[in-house]
């Protein structure tokens, strides 16, 4: 299974003619991602990435709901943690 996080277009290259690489910010984390399948990306446009390609453009919109529910999943498995209250989890 595999879960993939919205990044946003910081620059594009089109050096290379055909080639398209992008930097794409994911939360703070910046990867160069392939822009073959997903030609219509511009700089600002969130995508979704797998395997190091973009596979689709998200309106903004959709993009920071789906990274408010990161967050949201990030600080309950920061304070689920075992010792994160002190205590030792009972699973």
Known sequence: MCLTVPGKVLSIDAADGELRLA???FG???RS???L???EATVGSYVIVHA???TA???ESEAL???EYVRQLSEW???SAPGATGEARAD
């Open 33 to 35: 991602v392939n822009l």
């Open 23 to 25: 930097r794409v910010d």
């Open 28 to 30: 703070g984390t910046v």
């Open 77 to 79: 498995s920061s304070s």
């Open 37 to 39: 399948y997903a030609p």
């Open 57 to 59: 453009v998200i309106p």
């Open 52 to 54: 190091g390609f973009a």
């Open 65 to 67: 709901e789906a990274l």
